[in-house]
């Protein structure tokens, strides 16, 4: 089984900056990594897959890179919506889909 | 619009069952791979099992597996999730969520891009 870590586990931003989330696979996944914002009380939602593709109509604020065991998600200029728990999971080698635990944005 | 409605879920004594049902609407579930999510509370996400389109393919996280089946009718454009032999760390809410398609393959990714609000197993005595 391949284990996402995600870091750090909590993040604290002001409004406007830029937000540096980790991704680390226990081993290489390729670029077989998708990222989810998730808001307390809601589902998940899709925000980049294949480890920098957006999905369509997400801001461009929001991206995604590296490749084989490392990743970032970055939001460039944080706006008031987006402090929420961020997900990444792998889907290089499954069963099973792994996801890491999740980084939360927080208001600084 | 592209949604999915997980019912189903509630309290539940140890070792007892429940059926979650999961009804796709504004897409032809029998298009997709599926799978079951879950998520205790305050914690993070948990992939529980898979079923491809016809259903001849299943898969199931080891902490679930010979307790819960997966199963969908395509007809009713609906997905199941029937567990069994309950444990309290059951407890979470289970979301079902649509698998994206792999055209290299004709098989799914294993990233979700459609998501249920979730149904919420409580498992207590």
């Known amino acids: 089984e391949i284990v996402m870590t995600q870091s750090p586990a909590t993040l604290s931003v002001s409004p406007g900056e830029r937000a540096t989330l980790s991704c680390r696979a226990s081993?290489?996944?390729?670029?077989?990594l998708a990222w989810y914002q998730q808001k307390p009380g809601q589902a998940p939602r899709l925000l980049i897959y294949?480890?920098?593709t957006r999905v369509t109509g997400i801001p461009a604020r929001f991206s995604g890179s590296g490749s084989g065991t490392e990743f970032t998600f970055t939001i460039s200029s944080l706006q008031s919506e987006d402090f929420a728990l961020y997900y990444c999971?792998?889907?290089?080698?499954?069963?099973?889909?792994?996801f890491g635990g999740g980084t939360k944005v927080e208001i600084k | 619009q592209m949604q999915l409605v997980e019912s189903g879920g509630g309290l539940v004594k140890p070792g007892g069952s429940l059926r979650l049902s999961c009804a796709a609407s504004g897409f032809t579930l029998s298009d997709y791979y599926m799978s079951w999510i879950r998520q205790a509370p305050g914690k993070g996400l948990e992939w529980v099992s898979y079923?491809?389109?016809?259903?001849?393919?299943?898969y199931y996280a080891d902490s679930v597996k010979g307790r819960f089946t997966i199963s969908r009718d395509n007809a009713k454009n609906s997905l199941y999730l029937q567990m069994n032999s309950l444990r309290a760390e059951d407890t979470a809410v289970y979301y079902c969520?649509?698998?994206?398609?792999?055209?290299?393959?004709?098989?799914?990714?294993?990233?979700?891009?459609?998501w249920g609000k979730g149904t919420t197993v409580t498992v207590s005595s």
């Open positions: 294949g480890a920098s």
């Open positions: 969520a649509r698998d994206t398609y792999n055209q290299f393959t004709g098989g799914s990714w294993g990233y979700m891009d459609v």
């Open positions: 081993q290489s996944v390729g670029t077989n």
């Open positions: 999971q792998q889907y290089n080698k499954w069963p099973p889909l792994t």
């Open positions: 079923i491809s389109k016809s259903g001849t393919t299943i």
